[in-house]
């Protein structure tokens, strides 16, 4: 059978026949009728089938998994035969989900206890998270709650835990939330090993249950959701009712004229219509790209509006627990007129009725644009209204086109990483406490993982290798065997008493990040701090600005990097490029076809009018649009599209040669091309080139005197071993440094936490710096170094879209086409001034867009 659409609903009393007479008495009682995800979910799950649950926020999700559960334990009760054990356990990747499920289930469970009274005995429901006190957790082990509510890194935990896990041995059935969030990142991954590993505990099939509101494709994520089993993916049905709520959506430009309108202008315009919006409606959620931007929105609100500052708040991962969860309680008191979030507000947490949800700039995706959007009209009946303000050209496209794919029903591909090693080292570690096993047995159960299923032998065996402390150049680094490993009985387990305190106190996929000090070379002297993450985005060379001066960056040391002052240098990376969301492939594939259209029209003189007209967008967004593509078009006679890539021979305000590739692939892509066009026109020119990207393409400077024959380029570029020159050019850069740390911490290479000291970030850096070259001298394959460049090239970048490009290249199914230009062409603009895109330099920037405009403007007429 494996993975099935369901697309006939049951009706109404085949549904409810399903539930106990009770149970069924309560929930009509509540609710006036089903909601479509309960129609099909009741029989299925009664059934005790696999299913996965894609439906949009508010539509009765948590009921339609476990109304039937809950049913089941009740008929037990009644009948006396309800044990000391846990039946059910619901994960979510946050403990404020955790703690919303727990208070909506306990509604039904106390209204029918109090019912029914002594003829039955208590449902438990229990939470487990790293909150949970010992004395709730030995509560927990004398009576175990019957349905077990907890998050991943939790579950895992209890794997081995000696005693509690006993509870675990009749665990029927596990409902995974928001699973679009589980699946795309490491966290997704644990749990699919963890799920493995407590059915294999169980020894009989769990009845796996997904929930989720944008998935995409549903197969894929139905298949991470139940995995293998002898080879062939699990039996799963798909129940699709994603789209059974109305959208009202709406594109928004604050100005008659986006180029000429100066920033602090703008910025006036766009707090005037978010003013408007929020006045207009009794609560709205606002959502900024970055946590600096939900900072700023905050605070002009609460200084500079009429609403008063107890009606607006900020909600970010930043705030304490304490200062979130107060917010999110006001929220749903109805205390609030507007709340500013940065992504902490995407998921299900439940914080009461929105009328509308503002985005202020693109969200770069069409499912984080539906998920955010589909915060508002919590109503099963009501509409979710959603209103985007673009602040340039290139967002008011792509938050047109984002739009018209929603209402198009179009959503992004879910990435689920693969063969992740740093975290199968973490279960490998768990699998041993509990057993002796067989190689071959463990390597099975992995396989049965969706994450693991292509997982090769010789790679495992390495990793088991590494595990059992079989180089003695990494114990004189004071890195010890976690697990002894008989090669040739092919048997693998536990070693040494302090194994199991280590696993306990560095488990987990999240990594620990500090801010980084600043400082001049010479003379030495403290400039400020910048995030971790955006120090991984430095190359030698790169100028950045902080307090308001620029920087170019040379090095650093552990937690400490190094820089030299350069007044008369532009940025090449903005401050917050770090928090910026790539644009997703396939939201970038569609705004190519639109622009593919445009052009079309262009060269036929004909009017874009109608086609820009499809977009959901208001008058001034319209305009602004029909003139960009207008402009492009007349200045540099081309426009580039997802099938044409458009390479720009031009100068920057400064004069300086840059050559632009226009390739709307979105900015994960666009990293891997332009290191591989860097490689190769730096060897050719015999110099080092500075990149730029963005979303829509990416810059190379060259030298004043270097001729660049781009056909030899593009041959050369789609020649090589792409994979091999990307790896050679990461190797030695801080992105390595700072990911080999993270996956070292994973592995237990690196400890986060030893004997309950923790260990602070700058000496695990230091730590990690030091055993990268131990690593590459035992094997250059070594699996810890594998996974770094793994996660670097195919979680962070996309290697395997970017090889697709370089193919479609090479057989011509993608066309580039060579321009020069005497002043960088308007599609250029954003990505030659993206280093001035910084706040501090915003009025400066948005001069400098003008003054390209003005130039282009001057050479049409």
């Not at 049905?237 to 604050?254: E, R």
């Not at 070693?495 to 106190?505: E, M, N």
Request: proline share 3%.
């Amino acid at each position: 059978m494996g993975i099935s659409f369901l697309r006939e609903p049951w009706t109404d009393e085949e549904s409810l026949s399903c539930l106990d007479k009770d149970v069924r008495e309560w929930f009509q009682s509540k609710f006036k009728r089903l909601t479509p995800p309960q129609k099909f979910s009741f029989k299925l799950i009664s059934m005790r089938k696999n299913v996965i649950i894609t439906a949009p926020t508010g539509s009765g999700k948590t009921f339609s998994a476990f109304m039937v559960i809950l049913s089941e334990l009740f008929r037990l009760s009644k009948e006396r035969k309800l044990e000391d054990k846990v039946y059910c356990i619901y994960v979510s990747p946050l403990r404020a989900l955790d703690n919303d499920i727990y208070k909506n289930l306990m509604v039904p469970l106390q209204e029918i206890k109090r019912k029914l009274g002594d003829d039955i005995d208590e449902i438990r429901v229990g939470i487990r998270t790293g909150d949970i006190s010992p004395y709730e957790k030995q509560k927990q082990l004398k009576k175990p709650p019957h349905i077990l509510i907890t998050t991943p890194e939790s579950l895992a935990i209890i794997l081995n835990s000696l005693k509690f896990v006993e509870k675990l041995k009749d665990v029927q059935w596990v409902v995974v939330d928001e699973i679009h969030e589980l699946a795309s990142s490491k966290r997704g991954v644990h749990l699919s090993l963890t799920l493995e590993r407590l059915e294999h505990l169980v020894g009989k099939e769990l009845v796996r249950i997904g929930l989720g509101a944008t998935l995409y494709p549903l197969e894929e994520v139905a298949k991470y959701l139940v995995g293998y089993k002898d080879g062939k993916e699990r039996d799963c049905i798909v129940v699709d009712v994603s789209w059974f709520k109305p959208f009202d959506l709406k594109l928004i430009c604050p100005t008659d004229d986006i180029i000429y309108t100066d920033a602090e202008k703008l910025n006036s315009l766009m707090y005037k219509e978010l003013e408007n919006i929020i006045k207009n409606h009794r609560t709205t959620l606002v959502f900024t790209n970055t946590r600096s931007g939900t900072e700023r929105v905050v605070y002009h609100l609460k200084k500079n509006s009429k609403f008063k500052e107890e009606e607006i708040a900020a909600h970010h991962g930043s705030l304490s627990r304490d200062i979130r969860w107060e917010v999110e309680n006001r929220l749903k008191n109805g205390e609030l007129r507007a709340v500013v979030s940065s992504t902490s507000l995407e998921l299900g947490i439940d914080i009461g009725y929105i009328d509308a949800v503002v985005q202020i700039g693109s969200p770069k995706s069409v499912s984080r644009c539906v998920q955010r959007i589909g915060r508002s009209g919590h109503g099963l009946e009501d509409t979710a209204k959603g209103i985007i303000i673009g602040m340039d050209r290139d967002d008011l496209v792509e938050c047109g086109i984002m739009l018209k794919c929603i209402r198009e029903r179009k959503l992004d591909e879910v990435y689920i990483p693969r063969n992740c090693l740093d975290v199968l080292a973490q279960h490998i570690v768990g699998m041993a406490l509990n057993k002796k096993w067989k190689v071959e047995e463990a390597f099975s159960l992995i396989r049965r993982s969706y994450c693991y299923r292509d997982l090769p032998y010789h790679t495992f065996i390495s990793l088991l290798h590494y595990l059992a402390g079989h180089y003695a150049s990494l114990e004189d680094r004071n890195v010890y065997g976690k697990i002894w490993f008989d090669e040739d009985e092919g048997v693998f387990g536990r070693r040494g008493k302090y194994t199991k305190v280590i696993y306990y106190l560095n488990i987990g996929t999240i990594p620990d990040e500090v801010k980084v000090d600043v400082f001049t070379t010479n003379p030495r002297r403290y400039v400020g701090n910048i995030e971790e993450d955006f120090l991984e985005r430095l190359r030698r060379g790169d100028i950045f600005v902080l307090g308001g001066s620029t920087y170019e960056f040379k090095y650093a040391r552990g937690m400490r990097c190094f820089v030299e002052e350069r007044k008369e240098e532009s940025p090449t990376i903005p401050a917050w490029f770090s928090e910026l969301l790539p644009l997703s492939y396939d939201l970038a594939i569609e705004i190519g076809k639109f622009r593919e259209r445009i052009e079309e029209r262009l060269k036929r003189k004909k009017s874009i009018d109608d086609i820009v007209s499809e977009l959901p967008v208001d008058e001034r967004a319209k305009k602004a649009i029909i003139e960009y593509f207008e402009a492009q078009y007349r200045y540099a006679k081309t426009i580039p599209t997802h099938r044409k890539i458009v390479i720009e021979k031009t100068t920057d305000l400064n004069g300086r040669r840059v050559v632009v590739f226009h390739c709307i692939f979105g900015r994960r892509v666009n990293d891997a091309l332009s290191r591989l066009f860097a490689f190769v026109i730096g060897k050719k020119l015999k110099t080092d080139v500075r990149i730029t990207i963005n979303d829509n393409g990416f810059s190379l400077m060259i030298p004043e005197n270097k001729d660049l024959d781009i056909d030899d380029v593009i041959k050369l570029a789609t020649e090589v071993d792409m994979e091999k020159i990307l790896r050679e050019n990461i190797r030695r850069t801080e992105l390595m440094k700072r990911r080999f740390r993270h996956c070292a911490s994973r592995s237990f290479l690196v400890l986060r936490n030893y004997k309950g000291h923790k260990i602070s970030v700058r000496k695990q850096q230091i730590g990690a710096e030091r055993l990268i070259r131990v690593c590459q001298e035992i094997d250059p394959s070594f699996p810890i170094l594998e996974e770094t460049y793994r996660e670097i090239l195919e979680d962070l970048m996309d290697i395997r879209k970017a090889k697709e490009v370089i193919e479609k290249l090479k057989k011509s199914q993608i066309r580039y086409e060579v321009i020069e230009t005497k002043h960088p062409s308007p599609f250029a603009h954003n990505l030659i001034l993206l280093g001035d895109a910084d706040i501090i330099l915003m009025k400066d920037r948005k001069k400098r867009l003008m003054e390209l405009h003005e130039k282009i403007m001057k050479e049409l007429t």
